[in-house]
């Protein structure tokens, strides 16, 4: 008898959304179509050798490489003889997002990784020079061969977030936390949401400069106690602007200020509790949960 789907047991164990999400300054995405296997760099029908490439290339600069792939059916032989690609760095007040395509995806060993992790965009756009400044696009976890619940749950939601947006809807093969089906990318802020419902209304969100809290996994540009910190300011303060607040600081304090001029210091404190497993007929680990306080002065 199978077990619980990891959603499921994400759901039922309570296990909060903050703090999940993949820590990256910046996203590369390369267009991929066909099948794409459990580690998609190496396993779908782009040379894995430049695949592994590419990984190397952005873990050196903590930089988020994705495939991605429009919404609907991909047939096994298809071959892309042009290809999109996404550049977005993510720092607020700073974050852009590039496209351009190339018909060669090896053009992506010459991009500058340093350049797009730093969000110097001169420079990034000087190294690949097919990109242009587009507007924001989302990306839906549909990978099925990692996780069954990305395809089950991720596919409808981005076909029906496609049928409004059909130029800005991508699915993806891997945003960490297939226990969160369905997740979901939006670029060029790197917000992260999880169990997301209506896919449609965080783009929109994200066009409009706002933060959708409703399933907010995190900002990817903090690492995940700063996502806490930020998300449980945002909270308490009704801060939705997207850009409005900065966070600095380590694990245990951290300092959230806002561009109005207010500052407040958040301790984070994480802690074990409750079990599920991470993916879908993996064995159970412990679910991570976190405290968050401001410190009044």
């Not at 703090?19 to 760099?41: F, M, N, R, T, Y």
């Not at 298809?78 to 760095?89: D, M, P």
Request: glycine share 10%; aromatic share 4%; hydrophobic share 40%.
């Amino acid at each position: 008898m199978l077990g619980p789907t990891c959603s499921g047991a994400s759901a039922a164990a309570g296990e909060p959304l903050i703090g999940s999400a993949p820590a990256a300054a910046g996203w590369v995405c390369l267009e991929q179509d066909g099948p794409w296997g459990a580690k998609a760099w190496t396993s779908s029908h782009l040379d894995p050798a430049l695949g592994a490439a590419i990984e190397q290339a952005a873990a050196a600069h903590g930089v988020r490489p994705s495939l991605v792939r429009r919404p609907g059916r991909h047939a096994d032989d298809h071959v892309s003889t042009s290809r999109r690609v996404l550049v977005a760095h993510t720092r607020p007040g700073a974050s852009w997002l590039l496209a351009g395509s190339v018909t060669d995806p090896h053009a992506l060993l010459d991009l500058d990784w340093k350049a797009v992790a730093t969000g110097d965009r001169d420079a990034v756009g000087r190294s690949l020079p097919s990109l242009t400044t587009a507007p924001p696009q989302l990306l839906v976890c549909t990978n099925g061969t990692r996780d069954t619940c990305c395809a089950r749950l991720g596919r409808p939601v981005a076909a029906a977030a496609a049928a409004h947006h059909p130029d800005r809807v991508w699915e993806v093969t891997h945003t960490s936390g297939h226990r969160f089906a369905p997740t979901t990318v939006l670029l060029p802020s790197g917000s992260l949401h999880g169990r997301v419902l209506d896919a449609a209304s965080l783009l929109a969100a994200e066009s409009e400069g706002r933060v959708e809290l409703a399933g907010f996994r995190g900002r990817s540009t903090w690492p995940p106690a700063g996502q806490v910190a930020e998300e449980h300011v945002r909270r308490r303060f009704d801060v939705t602007g997207l850009d409005d607040l900065r966070v600095a600081g380590d694990d245990g304090s951290w300092q959230v200020s806002h561009r109005d001029g207010r500052r407040w210091t958040v301790t984070v404190t994480a802690y074990d509790e409750g079990e599920r497993p991470e993916s879908c007929g993996k064995e159970s680990k412990p679910v991570t949960r976190f405290h968050a306080e401001i410190l009044e002065s």
